[in-house]
């Protein structure tokens, strides 16, 4: 049984303007402890899938199961990073983290917030304020705190967009590096290609709005990955081909 499974799910959104939908027939199952990547045009639909897997928000239509139970709301099992690191300022590093931590005992808050720190490479700055800290190091303040209530599934929507190319690259590399120290499965929106080969296990390439699943790209790499190498760059060419050839508007109002 798949770990999360999307079957004909849709979403509509009534605006001013009229109806629109955003998602048509989404079809997508993820393993456990793997690590998928989505890929559209602008406007395509993918964070509203993410958000629809998150709980954040409800289809209008189809059906969306985490083992086999229905996601009908956001839950502690489903952690989330957004593009904006989205930590409250006057609150410390530690105290960011350990923020939606309730109903533990003292001790066993500050070890988990101590562990997960630690798994980010911010020991160390557990006394600082958010205006102390990089863009980078900020994001990686966002994603301990997503992943100190240990859940099953994280959620990346466009993490590292607001970043350089550099700290996006050391990024990269470091939401790697803690895929395979947590084994948490792991779903991330993201308009860089190149970064979805790096990261994924399997690139899934959306059409334009009304977004749907058109092709879903295998990557079967041994990592770290060469993106200097034929085989990473036969894919990348492969997932432009299929992107390019699917979309019909990219300039297509965005949702």
């Not at 839950?75 to 105290?95: A, I, K, N, S």
């Not at 557990?126 to 997503?146: D, F, Y």
């Not at 770290?224 to 432009?240: H, L, N």
Request: glycine share 8%; aromatic share 6%.
């Amino acid at each position: 049984m798949s770990h999360i499974q999307l079957s004909a799910v849709s979403k509509r959104f009534d605006l001013p303007t009229g109806t629109v939908t955003a998602l048509d027939g989404i079809d997508l199952s993820v393993a456990k402890g793997s690590f998928t990547s989505i890929v559209g045009a602008s406007g395509c639909g993918k964070s509203t899938l993410l958000r629809i897997v998150a709980g954040l928000e409800r289809q209008s239509g189809g059906h969306v199961h985490l083992e086999g139970n229905p996601i009908a709301g956001p839950g502690r099992d489903r952690g989330m990073v957004f593009q904006e690191h989205r930590l409250l300022p006057w609150l410390t590093v530690e105290q960011n983290v350990a923020f939606a931590l309730t109903g533990l005992h003292p001790q066993e808050i500050a070890e988990r917030v101590a562990h997960h720190l630690d798994l980010v490479g911010l020991t160390g700055f557990a006394q600082a304020h958010p205006h102390q800290l990089s863009g980078g190091m900020a994001q990686r303040v966002a994603i301990a705190r997503a992943l100190v209530n240990q859940p099953q599934v994280l959620l990346l929507d466009e993490p590292f967009g607001a970043l350089d190319a550099m700290t996006r690259i050391v990024m990269q590399q470091e939401i790697l590096r803690i895929w395979q120290a947590e084994r948490t499965t792991m779903i991330l929106v993201t308009h860089d290609i190149d970064e979805a080969v790096f990261l994924g296990d399997k690139v899934v390439v959306m059409s334009a709005r009304p977004g749907t699943v058109k092709t879903i790209i295998p990557v079967p790499l041994d990592r770290p990955r060469d993106r200097s190498s034929p085989e990473f760059i036969a894919i990348r060419k492969r997932i432009f081909g299929e992107f390019f050839a699917h979309a019909e508007a990219p300039f297509a109002y965005a949702i």
